[in-house]
């Protein structure tokens, strides 16, 4: 017994089977495209990290040079600054 014979069309079925492949080529070229295009901006954009955190790190080398600075200044100014001996200390 034959249940659910059907007659198979070879040259039918080879064409959907090649147009299905150049679809999925297609697609993947597609794909790799947009990856390839993703890689590039996400090269620039680490590029552009490095670059904020050079700046980063060279703005808090400065912010604590003038810390230094300030403290001594301040420290300068204590030491010139002349004292009552007669005033108690607090």
Request: aromatic content about 4%; cysteine-free.
């Amino acid at each position: 017994m034959w249940y659910g014979t059907r007659r198979i069309n070879v040259r039918r079925s080879w064409e959907l089977a090649k147009r299905i492949h150049a679809d999925v080529v297609e697609e993947r070229n597609a794909l790799q495209q947009q990856m390839n295009e993703l890689l590039d901006e996400l090269a620039s954009l680490r590029d552009e990290m490095r670059a904020l955190k050079v700046a980063v790190l060279a703005r808090q080398n400065a912010e604590q040079v003038v810390a230094e600075l300030r403290r001594q200044r301040d420290i300068e100014r204590a030491q010139a600054a002349n004292r009552d001996p007669a005033l108690p200390l607090q």
